[in-house]
Each structure stands twice: as C-alpha cells, then as structure tokens.
C-alpha cells in the first residue's frame, strides 16, 4: 500500500512490530495545516483500533506499521492520507442499497448518513435510480501533523477470532501495485462454502458471470469489505469470515444457516476507480 506519512523523528522500543491486522493503543496529538489541533488522546483514554480496518485515517494506519510498544514518532501526513479531499462524492445505485420502501421515500437533499464503521457521508444528489453522497470530512483538504506514542500492542494472533480482520490468504499473487479505494467497484469471482462441510452455497463462475460491488460502502459482508481491501488487482485468495463478519445468526437464502462460518475462494479480476 502507498503511504502519506512521512516521518520527522522517532524513539526505537523492542518487541514486536505493529502489522496489519494487530490491535494498537496509542496517544495522539496533531495539528492541521489550517491552524487546528486535534483532542489529545492523552486527556482520555488512548486510541484503540485494528490496524487495516479503516477505523483510523489511513495515514496514521500506515505510520504506525513497524512501530513498538513503548514508540514515539511524528509523521507529516498529506490530505489524501488524512481526512481526504474536500469533496468526495460517490454515486450509489439505490437498488443496491436494500433500503424498505418508506426509508427510501424519506431520502432527500441535504440529508445526513450514518455509514458502516460510524462514518457520515451527506446526500447531495437524488435520482429515481442513484444517490449521490459527498464522504468529506469537515477538515478535508488539508495536511496533518501528528505525533503518535503506542502504549499497547497485541499480535492478530491473540485476538479473539471474531475481532481479528479478515485477511486473504493468498493462493497466487497479484500484481502488488493496484488496490482498493473505498467506493470503487470491484469485479470478481468467487465460490462460497461453509466452513463445516465444505458444501458450495454460491458461485460466480457457475454462473459464468463476475461479481460487482462497490468496496466499503456496506454493499457486501463486514469480512468481503476487509479481506477485499487487502487484495491488489489479479489476486487469488481465501477469506475465512466467522459468522459475526458475514450472516451472523440471521444466515442468508436458506443456504446459509445461523452462526454459520464461510470460506470463500476469490479472485479479483479488475478495480474500477470512482
């Protein structure tokens, strides 16, 4: 993955190093280019996130890789990395978006979202057939100086396997260089099974046709958004979901039972920019 961050000075502790799919806690202090600051962390509790889920901005995500417990750094991190760009519109098939009637009747201009993982995004556009959103945050547009001090770190190993992130298990590499951008489309086949038995529940190549979703915007299972991310253009992978990042104990189609495991064996044929 590209990085935004760019270092200033750092102190080195021993241990493991942070990699993707670990939980961190760390401090955080940082102003903006436009002369804001961020809250310290220090004044609360510290920032708690998994590496590589998006929960954080994809600077300090990037920034903290390679880090130790007892670390400090500041890096310099670039609009893009930080908190984007000051607009960010994503058009949205309403058909796509599995909204009840009466929820769909009351989208409007203006209005305000709550995406998956707590994000708002604001309607700036309606059609019969699409919804357009802008995803900026109020700080868009501008550059992010931060100082980061990690107080704790446990290995993607040690987590409890419903917190881990879902990460593809590679079968054969891609090509390292083009990966996913939240909104855009990915094109991909797949085959479905459980867990338990192995016994195929869905596939595209059966089908003869690839699948499409956007990436990050709710459209597939909470473990299809993570392990997908991971995943550069070309890739062959499994994804091993638990039930509680894909149909949890509502299962899907009759195929699918409650609390049910998946492994799905993937390929991601193309990445269609927004």
Known sequence: ????????FSTQASGHVIAVGDRVSLHMEGTLSGGGALPKTQEGAPLKFIVGS???LPGVEDAVQGMAKGESKTVKIAPAQAFGAEKQILSV???????PEKEREMLAVGQVLELAGGERA?????????MDIDLAHPYAGQSLTVT???VDHELH??????ERLVLPEVIEE???ATFPNRGDTMVMHYTGKLATDGKVFDSSRDRGQPFQFQIGVGQVIRGWDE????????????????AAKGYSKAGAGGVIPPDADLVFEVELLDIVRR
Do not use: C, F, Y
């Open 122 to 130: 604001v309607v700036v556009k309606l059609t019969d057939d699409t």
């Open 1 to 8: 993955m590209h990085s935004g961050a760019a270092a200033a």
């Open 54 to 56: 998006g929960q954080v």
């Open 157 to 162: 190993s040690e987590l409890h396997v419903e």
């Open 227 to 242: 392990g997908v991310m991971r995943m550069s253009k070309g890739m062959k992978a499994t994804l091993n979901i638990p």
């Open 148 to 150: 980061l001090e990690v």
């Open 93 to 99: 098939p309403l058909k796509e978006m599995n909204l």
């Open 174 to 176: 891609g090509d390292n």
